[in-house]
């Protein structure tokens, strides 16, 4: 195979400097690996699969093996260090965290590139047998916060009471509140409490006001979700939620609008301050809830494993993430002209990411 033939060139007596790893030519023969190896988030899944299929079938590489554990769990493998034990990419769809890039760093993986590859808006979706439901941040917030403030207005929180979704609102329906969404580990549950819980919970002045006087206290209050049985965390599975919520009309899940719009004959996406998600309104900005999504690559893998190179080409080529490429087709939102530009040379000279930028 074409990797192992790059590798048996070496010779008996080369030896191979991989980072803070080494390895002789006969620990190359045992472990090198003559495929990409991808992790992270399964938002970012379907698009690395297409991607990978396409470089597979016209790159005169193996196809690339895509993993979805997460994008935090994904960071772990990544940051775990550097050798073919450990993943090349790391999918996310959130921007790595200032820690993740130090841990990183502590495990010898000093050069990573960051790279962007467009937009997705994160959809409460239901099933297309159950109505419409025009809904607001701060009703999200209401309905998910695990303390709520006190419904008679005091300035402090309580274990959240709210059972349905008339008690937050009379004008929406007497159904019971019931939401399937991502677990900690996701970058989807990061963004959700950042777009949607942070913000529906800044509606409340004292609430906002925290967010200068007291960042954990503000954090503890939009950030912590209940687990009351209103929120079901679902895995990392999105598929498995759509199919739940075909099977409960009344139940609604969160999560990236690629799956909304692959699953379009089975669920509907919930208008969000009177938008409804839609390729068109994430991408002019409307649809409030969106958010970018990345892939990071740990560049001592580059000359190393076969058809790294090749493949980020192909991720970051017009016919993959432009305006009419074949992600855009998936879901994925491009981003503008200048965007792209830019991060397609940041893939061509394998720009260096700096735990400070974060």
């Known amino acids: 195979m074409k990797g192992k033939k790059i590798f048996a060139g070496l010779g008996v007596a080369a030896a191979l400097t991989f980072g803070a790893i080494t390895f002789n030519s006969n620990a190359i023969a045992d472990s090198a690996r003559d495929y990409i190896s991808v ?13 990978a299929e396409q470089f597979g079938k016209t790159a005169g590489f193996k196809t690339p093996k895509i993993e979805s554990t997460g994008t935090g769990g994904g960071m772990k493998l990544f940051c775990g260090g550097v050798g ?32 962007k590859i467009g937009y997705d808006g994160i959809v409460l979706g239901a099933s297309k047998k159950s109505s419409a439901m025009n809904i607001t941040r701060k009703e999200l917030f209401l309905a998910l916060a695990a303390n709520v403030p006190e419904p008679g207005g005091a300035e402090s929180v309580v274990p959240n009471p709210y059972k349905t979704w008339k008690d937050i609102n009379p ?30 919970g800044s509606e409340f002045a004292w ?6 006087a007291d960042k954990d206290k503000f954090k ?31 139940a609604f ?33 409307k649809y409030s809830v969106s958010r970018p999504l990345y892939f990071y690559v740990k560049k001592a893998h580059v000359d190393v494993i076969p058809g790294m190179k090749e ?32 991060f397609s040379k940041d893939v061509q000279t394998l720009k260096n990411l700096s735990c400070g930028d974060l």
């Open 39 to 51: 992790v992270g988030s399964s938002t970012v899944y379907p698009f690395a699969t297409v991607v």
């Open 84 to 115: 073919v034990q450990h993943p090349d990419i790391a999918n996310a769809s959130r921007r790595m965290k200032k820690s993740e890039c130090e841990m990183c760093d502590k495990n010898g993986v000093k050069d990573i590139l960051e790279v």
């Open 171 to 200: 004008s929406l329906p007497a159904n019971k509140i019931e939401v399937l969404g991502p677990p900690p580990t996701s970058g989807t549950r990061d963004a959700f409490v950042e777009l949607v819980m942070e913000v529906g």
């Open 207 to 212: 609430i906002k006001a925290l967010e200068k």
């Open 220 to 250: 503890s209050i939009c950030h912590t979700i209940r687990e009351d049985g209103a929120y079901i965390e679902a895995g990392e599975n999105d598929n498995l939620i759509v199919q739940k919520l075909d099977a409960n009309p009344s």
């Open 253 to 285: 899940g969160i999560f990236g609008f690629s799956f909304l719009d692959q699953n379009g004959d089975k669920i509907q996406g919930t208008p969000v301050e009177g938008v409804v998600p839609t390729f068109e309104a994430i991408a002019d900005g």
């Open 311 to 342: 493949y980020l080409k192909e991720f970051a080529s017009e016919k993959a993430w432009g305006e009419d490429g074949y992600l855009s087709e998936k879901g994925l939102i491009p981003m503008p002209d200048d965007e792209r530009k830019s």
